[in-house]
Nanobody
Framework: QVQLVESGGGLVQAGGSLRLSCAAS????????MGWFRQAPGKEREFVAAISSSGGGSDYAFSVRGRFAISRDNAKNTVYLQMNSLEPEDSAVYYC?????????????????WGQGTQVTVSS
């Protein structure tokens, strides 16, 4: 069982930055591939970024590539999402998720555990 708790969301102006954190419980965090997803009102949950269990591989949705960076610290059981050059279209609830998966997981259904989400609002 893995419990995930996100933090770091908030209100920011367009062009600004935020850093989301996701703290995981349990001693097997380094066994899990991790991902960030987001869901805006009236829209489906969408993939944002993924990182492999070792942190050696990562990938991003096209819409955030070059602006967002995912990283993890397995010693701290934490995964991060650095978000730069934020746009109003980035406003959503952001969720982190964990999957026992080799490599990068892009589909929400691959992930077994989810956090409660943190709200990110970007004003224009």
């Amino acid at each position: 069982q893995v419990q995930l708790v996100e933090s770091g969301g908030g209100l920011v102006q367009a062009g600004g930055s935020l850093r989301l954190s996701c703290a995981a419980s349990g001693r097997t965090f380094s066994s899990y591939a991790m991902g960030w997803f987001r869901q805006a009102p009236g829209k489906e949950r969408e993939f944002v970024a993924a990182i492999s269990s070792s942190g050696g591989g990562s990938d991003y949705a096209f819409s955030v590539r070059g602006r967002f960076a995912i990283s993890r610290d397995n010693a701290k059981n934490t995964v991060y999402l650095q978000m730069n050059s934020l746009e109003p279209e980035d406003s959503a609830v952001y969720y982190c998720a964990a999957a026992r998966f080799n490599g990068l997981a892009y589909r929400a259904r691959t992930y077994e555990y989810w956090g409660q989400g943190t709200q990110v609002t970007v004003s224009s």
